[in-house]
């Protein structure tokens, strides 16, 4: 057998071998196509078609971080060395001091839409995560700070067409779009805060709209109150039901170019008293908007009446203020307001996006209660996405 022969048998040899292997390859299946995410634009930025589904999602939040000195801060709180010296009866007294104020938050939110015969389905919710200094007072004049954590359902909205069945902010305070600009608007007291609801609104179409409901209420508490604010008008209504008999709430509004006009009124059953709002937004040009909105309750205060739907002190209250924006970045924001029992505050406020999504939202106020005044200074940090 010659070299030319053993080089031919051989070849020979691993033919037969591919062909047999060959044989038994395995066959690799195509893949399945993939169902990647569908923009829904039809809502806006930032919504999704959920896979399978023809439901628009949109998944957002924010982190904020708020601190606030003098009138926003901690006033009077014991000098813990001093008060455990006191306390052992090492030293006649003990001083007091204040302090900072802060909040740490992070909140989520949730917005599912679709399009059904009966108009558009939504699902809204919005959670909130807490961690804050708060103060616990040992007498009327003194306390202590100590950090607290607590999540809340800031809103929870089911809507169809103009139906809106919903855990979120009174209607007394939204169908007036609540007051101003400012971070610290509530100086004098505009809303009676959150509630369970149902409504429904008809909109015209051409700028008018007009929105019917009945709410639970609840027990007021008022921002400033535990932030050690001065002010804050009288103490707060309890304003849950105590029947079946619910509150009621009647509102409506006209947009155009120029501005906005709008109106609420409010039944409280359970103090059987009627509080309403008027509110005026004009768009004086490009850069400039201004804004006027008044409040009357029946309840007479000197009486000692009261009504869930007039946090603020007294009889009556006016608000007013306005923002101008400088360039796209850069806006100051003004209010004002007074109310019958003499409280006064006035807030000048800026706020800076510095990139899109980050803003810082520095403001400074003046609070007089009938005379006792005092200054507060506040930051705000918030990323949004």
Same mark, same amino acid.
């Given at each position: 057998?010659n070299i030319?022969?053993?080089?031919?048998?051989s070849?020979?040899?691993?033919?037969?071998?591919?062909?047999a292997r060959?044989a038994?390859a395995?066959?690799?299946?195509e893949?399945e196509?993939a169902e990647?995410?569908?923009?829904c634009?039809?809502y806006?930025?930032?919504f999704?078609y959920i896979p399978g589904t023809?439901?628009?999602l949109?998944?957002?939040?924010?982190l904020?971080?708020?601190?606030g000195?003098?009138?926003?801060?901690h006033q009077d709180?014991?000098?813990k060395?001093?008060f455990?010296?006191w306390?052992?009866g090492l030293?006649?007294d003990?001083?007091?001091h204040?302090?900072?104020?802060k909040l740490?938050?992070a909140?989520?939110?949730?917005d599912?839409r679709?399009e059904?015969?009966?108009?558009?389905?939504?699902?809204y919710?919005a959670?909130?995560?807490n961690?804050?200094?708060?103060?616990f007072?040992?007498?009327?004049d003194? @306390?202590?700070?100590?950090?607290t954590? $607590?999540? #809340?359902?800031?809103?929870?909205i089911i809507?169809?067409g *103009?139906l =809106?069945?919903a855990y979120?902010?009174?209607?007394?305070e939204t169908?007036?779009?609540s007051a101003?600009t400012?971070?610290n608007?509530?100086?004098?007291?505009?809303?009676p805060g959150n509630?369970?609801?149902?409504?429904?609104?008809?909109?015209?179409?051409n700028?008018?709209s007009?929105?019917?409901g009945?709410e639970e209420?609840?027990?007021f508490v008022?921002p400033?109150?535990?932030?050690g604010v001065?002010?804050g008008?009288?103490?707060?209504?309890?304003g849950?039901?105590?029947?079946?008999?619910?509150?009621?709430v009647?509102?409506?509004?006209?947009?155009?170019g120029?501005g906005?006009?709008s109106?609420?009124?409010a039944?409280?059953s359970?103090?059987?008293?009627?509080s @309403?709002?008027?509110r005026?937004d004009? $768009?004086v #040009?490009?850069?400039?908007?201004?804004?006027?909105?008044? *409040?009357? =309750?029946s309840?007479?205060?000197?009486?000692?009446e009261?009504s869930y739907?007039?946090?603020w002190g007294?009889?009556?209250?006016?608000?007013g203020g306005?923002?101008?924006?400088?360039?796209?970045k850069?806006?100051?924001?003004?209010?004002?307001?007074?109310?019958d029992?003499e409280?006064f505050?006035?807030?000048?406020g800026?706020r800076?996006?510095?990139v899109p999504g980050?803003?810082?939202?520095?403001e400074?106020a003046?609070?007089?209660n009938?005379?006792?005044?005092?200054?507060g200074g506040?930051?705000r940090?918030?990323?949004?996405?």
């Amino acid at each position: 057998m010659n070299i030319k022969s053993l080089l031919l048998g051989s070849a020979a040899a691993l033919v037969a071998v591919s062909g047999a292997r060959a044989a038994d390859a395995i066959v690799v299946a195509e893949p399945e196509p993939a169902e990647y995410v569908r923009i829904c634009d039809v809502y806006g930025a930032g919504f999704y078609y959920i896979p399978g589904t023809e439901t628009c999602l949109k998944v957002g939040g924010y982190l904020r971080y708020d601190i606030g000195v003098g009138a926003f801060g901690h006033q009077d709180v014991v000098d813990k060395e001093e008060f455990a010296e006191w306390d052992a009866g090492l030293r006649p007294d003990y001083g007091t001091h204040d302090t900072y104020s802060k909040l740490m938050r992070a909140q989520i939110n949730l917005d599912a839409r679709s399009e059904t015969e009966y108009g558009t389905l939504r699902a809204y919710m919005a959670i909130n995560f807490n961690h804050s200094t708060a103060r616990f007072a040992i007498n009327d004049d003194e @306390g202590y700070t100590y950090t607290t954590n $607590n999540w #809340n359902i800031d809103h929870a909205i089911i809507q169809l067409g *103009g139906l =809106t069945i919903a855990y979120t902010y009174s209607l007394f305070e939204t169908l007036t779009d609540s007051a101003g600009t400012v971070v610290n608007d509530d100086i004098v007291a505009y809303s009676p805060g959150n509630t369970h609801l149902i409504a429904y609104t008809f909109d015209a179409g051409n700028g008018f709209s007009a929105t019917l409901g009945v709410e639970e209420g609840s027990t007021f508490v008022n921002p400033n109150t535990v932030l050690g604010v001065v002010g804050g008008g009288s103490l707060p209504a309890d304003g849950a039901l105590d029947s079946y008999v619910p509150h009621v709430v009647a509102g409506a509004s006209f947009t155009q170019g120029w501005g906005k006009i709008s109106g609420v009124v409010a039944y409280d059953s359970v103090w059987e008293e009627v509080s @309403g709002k008027v509110r005026v937004d004009v $768009n004086v #040009n490009d850069a400039l908007t201004l804004w006027v909105m008044g *409040g009357y =309750t029946s309840a007479d205060w000197k009486k000692g009446e009261d009504s869930y739907y007039a946090p603020w002190g007294g009889d009556w209250a006016v608000w007013g203020g306005g923002q101008y924006r400088f360039n796209e970045k850069v806006a100051l924001d003004v209010q004002l307001s007074y109310d019958d029992s003499e409280t006064f505050g006035a807030v000048v406020g800026a706020r800076y996006d510095i990139v899109p999504g980050f803003v810082i939202r520095p403001e400074v106020a003046y609070i007089d209660n009938d005379g006792d005044d005092d200054w507060g200074g506040y930051i705000r940090f918030q990323r949004s996405f």
